[in-house]
C-alpha cells in the first residue's frame, strides 16, 4: 500500500487555509475514502457533505485538484499521486466550514420557479399517454442529482456573482425540463428572459463539461431555450401560432 | 421558590434555543416524510418537515429498480390480489394483512398520483407507465425510470411540495422526541451547521426516518440510515416490531474494497440478468423452494422468454425472493466455487447472444450500472460479468403502527416508510418499499393532521431538555481525556461485531457474544471525547448517532435470539428449518420502566376471510 497527501482547506466565514494530511492509499479508492479515512483517524471535526458514496444524491461536491467534482466518483488512480492532491469547497457560494458551502440559495431559486402545470388526463381513468420519444429529452435533464457543479463553473455565477440576476445552469435545465414537458401547459418564457437572466449565458458550455450525469445542459436545454425566449419575444408568427396552438407543438 | 426555579429555567432555555411551533412535525425527508408532508398539509395543518441532510439527498434517491403498483398496464391480469398474494408470500405472512391489502389497493393511485406532479416514467408502447419484472412479483409490476426511480420520486416530490407551504427545517437532527405524559408533544435536536439546539413543538409527529443500514459493515446504505427513528421511537416508549428481520440484498458490489455493499440492482436479473459461479455454472436452477416451484421455470429457455415479457414463460430462479438467493450466492462462496474476491458473478453481457444491439440496449436499460461499473470498477458490463455478493440493505421490522392510521403505540406519534413496519413481514420484495412510502406516507400525514386538529400544543418538559442538552455536549469535555477514544472506532467495532455476529447466517452463541459487545460498547459510547467546536462537526454528529445504533442493534440481536427459527430474512444455522411455534408471531421489543430492552411473542391478527380466499385463489 502507498500513501498519498492530501492538500485540504481548513476554515470558515472568518477565512482559512490549506493543511496537509497523509492517508493509506488502497484498491479503488475515491477522494471521499480519503476524507473520511483522515476525518476518523486526524480530524474528526473535518467537515464534509456525503450521503450516498455512490454519485446518486449530489452532495459530496468540492474542487479536486482545482477540478469540480463529485468526491465519491473521483478515483485516486485517475490523479498524480506523487504531488499532494488539493481538496476544496466550490466557489458559487458562501463558505460554511472547511469543504461545506451555504447552498440554500440554490432552494429559493427554485421555489421561485413556476410548477408544474399538467393538461387534463387524457383518459377517463385519469392517467395520460406519453410517446417514450417524446419524454427522452425530459428524462435528460431529470436525471440531474443537484450537485451544483454546473453552477460552481459558471462564471456568472462564480466570478461576477449575479446570484440576483441569473439562475444558473442546474435551474435552466429545470425549466427546460417543465417547458418540454409534455403534460406541462404552463409559460415560463416571460421569467426567463427577465428575472431568470437567460441572457447572461454566452454559451461558453463550462457547465455541460462538469456535469457527473453527462446532461448535455448547454446543447439540449439552454440553447432551445433562448430560442424559445427569441421565438415569443421577436418572431410574430410564433406568437400568433402560440396564442392558438399549444406552445409545445411549435 | 421551585416554581420561580423552574419559570427562570424556562426564560433561560427558550432565550437559549430557538423554538418553532407546527400542527405536524415530520422527521426524514425521503418519500416517506415528503408524502407524509404533502399529505398533511393538503389537509390544512401547519407542518413542518426536519431532516438530517439537504432536501432532495435523503436515501430514497438511491432507489434504483422501481415502485411496485399493481397497474396492470404491461400484464393485465395483474391488480391488487395478485400484489397482495406476493407480498404475503414473499413475507412469509408474518405481514400485518391489513398494511398489505392496503398497500396492494392504495399504490397504483399513489403512482398516478406522482405523474400528475411530474414524474416521468419510462413508458409502454402506447404510451402508459412501463412495468418491470422483480423479484417475488408475479407480474411485471415496478413502474420505473431505467435504474433511477428513487431520484425521480424523490424530485417529483421534493419539487411538488415545495409549493406547498411546508417549513422546511434542513441539515437538522433531532436527538430526542419531548413528551408530556403518554403524549409526544414535539422534538428536540440541533443544527449541523453550528451545534445550536432547537425546540420543535407540534400537536403531532410523524417519524420519517428510514432504515438501519450502518450498523453494519457492508451496506448499501448512505450515512444518514443509522436507525434514528427507530430508536427515538423506542426511547420514548414505543414498540418495535419484527426487528430480527433484516434484509440482505443478494447483489452488491464486492470490488474494489472501496465499494464493497454498493448496490447491484434488481434490474439487471430482471432485464435477462444471471448468477453463475466460478465452475460457469448457474447455480439457482438447483435451489428453488417447494412453495415456488410451480412458478418458477426450470430450464433457461424458459427464463429467458420470462424477463423478456413472455406472459406464459415462468420466472428465472434468479428472480426468486431475496433472501432466498442472498443464502444461495453465500452457500456457492463457502462451498468454494466464490469468484476471485469472495464473490458469485452476474452476467448482463450474455444478452448479446439474444439481442441484436445488445450492448446498447443494456446502456439503455442500466445507465447507472453501467456507469457505475465502469467508473468505480473499471468493468464494462456490456462486455464482461459483474462480481456481487449479499449487502445489508433493508430492514423490515420497526415502529409499530396501526394499519390504517400509521400511528405508534405511543399518543401522537406516527410513522412511515422503513422506520416503520408491518408491510413487509418476514421478507420485502423489491419495489415494495418505494410504494409504501407513498401509500404509508400519505396515510400518516392524513391521520396525523387529523390528530393535530383535535389536539392542541404540549408542555414542553424542560428537564428532559436539560438532560438532553447536557448529555450531547459531553463529549467535548471529554476530549481533553487522554485515554478518550474517537467516535469512529466505537462505530467501526460495532459494525463489525453486527457484520459478524448478526448478519446473514446466525447462531445462538455468536449473537449472545454480539451482546456482551454491544453491552461494552454502549460503555464505549458513552466515553467517547471529540475535538473542534459546535460547528459542522461530523465527529460530534458521529458520536451523537452511537445511540441510535446501539439501540437498533441491541433491538435487532434480541429479536433475532427469540425467534429461535429460520423463516424469511433470518437463517439459524442452529434452528435451519421453520417452526410452527413461530408461523404466526411477531417479536416485540420495548422499554420497560426501568429503561432495559424486553422481548415478547405476539400473534399476528387473524386475516379477515375474504383476504383468506385471496391467498387461496392465487397458490
Ligand atoms: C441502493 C438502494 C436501492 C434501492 N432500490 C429500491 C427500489 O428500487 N425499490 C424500492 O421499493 N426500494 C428500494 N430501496 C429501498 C428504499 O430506497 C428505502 O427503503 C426507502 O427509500 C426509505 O425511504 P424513507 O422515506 O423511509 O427514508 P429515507 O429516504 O432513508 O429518508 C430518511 C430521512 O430521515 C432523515 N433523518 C434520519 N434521522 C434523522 C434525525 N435524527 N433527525 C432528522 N432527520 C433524520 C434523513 O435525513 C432523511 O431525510 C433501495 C435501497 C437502496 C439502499
Ligand atoms: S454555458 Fe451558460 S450556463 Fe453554462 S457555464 Fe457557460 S455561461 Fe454558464
Ligand atoms: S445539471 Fe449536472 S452538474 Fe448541474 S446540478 Fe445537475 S447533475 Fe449537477
Ligand atoms: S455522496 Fe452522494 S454523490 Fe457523492
Redesign the interface.
Known amino acids: 500500500m502507498s500513501a498519498a497527501t492530501f492538500k485540504i482547506w481548513r476554515g470558515d466565514t472568518k477565512g482559512g487555509a490549506f493543511e496537509d494530511y497523509t492517508t493509506e492509499v488502497s484498491e479503488g479508492m475515491v477522494v471521499l475514502d480519503a476524507v473520511h479515512d483522515i476525518q476518523s483517524t486526524q480530524a474528526n471535526d473535518l467537515a464534509c457533505r456525503w450521503n450516498c458514496k455512490a454519485g446518486k444524491c449530489g452532495s459530496c461536491s468540492a474542487e479536486v485538484n482545482g477540478m469540480p467534482k463529485l468526491m465519491c466518483m473521483a478515483r485516486l488512480s485517475d490523479l498524480p499521486l506523487d504531488k499532494p492532491i488539493t481538496v476544496e469547497p466550490i466557489k458559487a457560494f458562501p463558505i460554511v466550514k472547511d469543504l461545506i458551502t451555504d447552498v440554500s440559495w440554490n432552494f429559493r431559486v427554485k421555489k421561485k420557479i413556476k410548477k408544474f402545470k399538467p393538461r387534463a388526463p387524457d383518459a377517463a381513468d385519469g392517467t395520460w399517454r406519453m410517446a417514450q420519444e417524446d419524454i427522452d429529452r425530459v428524462q435528460e435533464f431529470r436525471k440531474c442529482i443537484e450537485c451544483f457543479l454546473c453552477q460552481d463553473v459558471c462564471h456568472v455565477l462564480r466570478d461576477h456573482r449575479k446570484h440576483d440576476e441569473f439562475i444558473g445552469p442546474r435551474f435552466l435545465i429545470y425549466v427546460a425540463a417543465l417547458e418540454m414537458h409534455p403534460l406541462d401547459t404552463e409559460n415560463r418564457i416571460p421569467e426567463l428572459r427577465e428575472a431568470q437572466g437567460i441572457g447572461y449565458c454566452n454559451i461558453t458550455k463550462c457547465c455541460t463539461k462538469v456535469c457527473p450525469e453527462n446532461i448535455q445542459i448547454t446543447d439540449n436545454g439552454i440553447i432551445p431555450l433562448k430560442e424559445r425566449v427569441v421565438d415569443q419575444y421577436y418572431d410574430p408568427v410564433a406568437k400568433l401560432l402560440r396564442r392558438f396552438g399549444s406552445k409545445k407543438n411549435v | 421558590m421551585l416554581d420561580g426555579y423552574l419559570a427562570g429555567l424556562e426564560n433561560f432555555l427558550v432565550a437559549a434555543y430557538q423554538t418553532f411551533e407546527h400542527d405536524v412535525l415530520i422527521i426524514g425527508a425521503g418519500g416517506a416524510g415528503l408524502r407524509a408532508a404533502i399529505e398533511a398539509s393538503a389537509a390544512g395543518v401547519t407542518v413542518g418537515l426536519v431532516s438530517k441532510?439537504?432536501?432532495?439527498?435523503?436515501?430514497t434517491?438511491?432507489a434504483e429498480g422501481g415502485v411496485a403498483a399493481a397497474m396492470g398496464n404491461v400484464d393485465d391480469r395483474d391488480n391488487w390480489r395478485v400484489h397482495f398474494a406476493d407480498t404475503m408470500r414473499g413475507g412469509q405472512y408474518l405481514n400485518r394483512p391489513r398494511m398489505a391489502e392496503l398497500h396492494a389497493k392504495e399504490a397504483p393511485e399513489r403512482v398516478?398520483e406522482l405523474?400528475?406532479?411530474?414524474a416521468?416514467f419510462?413508458?409502454t408502447k402506447?404510451?402508459?407507465?412501463l412495468q418491470r419484472n422483480f423479484g417475488g412479483h408475479k407480474y411485471p409490476r415496478l413502474a420505473h425510470?431505467?435504474d433511477?426511480t428513487?431520484?425521480?420520486m424523490i424530485?417529483t416530490l421534493q419539487?411538488?411540495g415545495?409549493?406547498q407551504g411546508i417549513d422546511?427545517h434542513?441539515e437538522i437532527c433531532i436527538l430526542a422526541l419531548l413528551k408530556e405524559g403518554d403524549r409526544v408533544v414535539g422534538a428536540f435536536g440541533y443544527d449541523r451547521?453550528r451545534g445550536r439546539f432547537k425546540i420543535y413543538r407540534a400537536k403531532a409527529v410523524v417519524l420519517a426516518t428510514g432504515g438501519i443500514g450502518k450498523a453494519y459493515k457492508i451496506t448499501s446504505n448512505?450515512?444518514?440510515c443509522t436507525g434514528d427513528g427507530h430508536s427515538l421511537a423506542y426511547h420514548a416508549g414505543a414498540e418495535l416490531i419484527d426487528m430480527e428481520y433484516v434484509q440482505f440484498h443478494p447483489t452488491g458490489m464486492v470490488?474494489?474494497?472501496?465499494?464493497r455493499g454498493?448496490?447491484v440492482t434488481e434490474g439487471v436479473r430482471g432485464e435477462g440478468g444471471i448468477l453463475t459461479n466460478k465452475e460457469g455454472k448457474r447455480f439457482m436452477f438447483d435451489f428453488i423452494p417447494d412453495n415456488y416451484k410451480t412458478q418458477t421455470a426450470d430450464n433457461e429457455e424458459e427464463g429467458w422468454r420470462y424477463t423478456q415479457g413472455d406472459k406464459n414463460a415462468r420466472r428465472p430462479p434468479e428472480l426468486l425472493t431475496r433472501d432466498h438467493v442472498a443464502r444461495c450466492i453465500v452457500r456457492e462462496i463457502k462451498e468454494g466455487r466464490g469468484s476471485p474476491h469472495g464473490g458469485v458473478f452476474l452476467d448482463i453481457s450474455w444478452i448479446k447472444q439474444k439481442i441484436s444491439g445488445g450492448e446498447e440496449h443494456i446502456k439503455r436499460k442500466l445507465p447507472?450500472m453501467y456507469?457505475?461499473f465502469k467508473?468505480?470498477?473499471d468493468i464494462d458490463i456490456t462486455r464482461e460479468p459483474m462480481e456481487v455478493g449479499p449487502t445489508t440493505h433493508y430492514i423490515m421490522g420497526g415502529i409499530h403502527v396501526d394499519a390504517d392510521t400509521q400511528m405508534s403505540t405511543v399518543l401522537g406519534l406516527f410513522a412511515a416508510g422503513e422506520c416503520a413496519a408491518g408491510i413487509n413481514g418476514a421478507n420485502r420484495l423489491g419495489g415494495n418499499s418505494l410504494s409504501d412510502l407513498l401509500v404509508f406516507g400519505k396515510r400518516a400525514g392524513e391521520y396525523a393532521a387529523a390528530f393535530a386538529k383535535e389536539n392542541s400544543l404540549g408542555a414542553i418538559d424542560q428537564q428532559q431538555i436539560e438532560q438532553v442538552t447536557r448529555r450531547a455536549l459531553e463529549p467535548f469535555e471529554r476530549s481533553a481525556n487522554p485515554q478518550s477514544e474517537?467516535?469512529?472506532?466505537v462505530q467501526?467495532h460495532l459494525q463489525e461485531v453486527m457484520q459478524h455476529d448478526v448478519g446473514i447466517v446466525r447462531r445462538e452463541e455468536e449473537m449472545q457474544h454480539a451482546l456482551e459487545e454491544i453491552g461494552k460498547l454502549w460503555e464505549r459510547a458513552g466515553q467517547v471525547g471529540?475535538?473542534?467546536?459546535r460547528?459542522?462537526?461530523?465527529?460530534?454528529h458521529?458520536a451523537l448517532d452511537l445511540k441510535h445504533l446501539l439501540t437498533v442493534s441491541e433491538a435487532i440481536t434480541r429479536s433475532a435470539l427469540e425467534r429461535k427459527e429460520s423463516r424469511g430474512a433470518q437463517f439459524r444455522d442452529d434452528y435451519p428449518d421453520k417452526d410452527d411455534a413461530f408461523a404466526k408471531v411477531n417479536t416485540i421489543i420495548s422499554r420497560d420502566a426501568e429503561g432495559t430492552m424486553q422481548t415478547r411473542l405476539e400473534s399476528i391478527p387473524e386475516m379477515p376471510d375474504y383476504l383468506k380466499k385471496v391467498i387461496e385463489e392465487m397458490k
Open positions: 441532510s439537504l432536501l432532495g439527498k435523503a436515501h434517491v438511491m398516478h405523474e400528475a406532479w411530474g416521468v419510462d413508458r402506447d404510451g402508459r407507465i425510470v431505467g433511477r428513487g431520484l425521480e424530485r419539487d411538488h415545495i409549493h422546511v434542513m451547521e448512505s450515512w444518514d470490488w474494489p474494497p472501496s465499494v454498493m448496490l447507472s456507469h457505475q467508473a468505480l470498477g474517537g467516535p469512529y472506532q467501526k471529540i475535538t473542534g467546536t460547528d459542522f462537526n461530523p465527529g460530534w458521529t
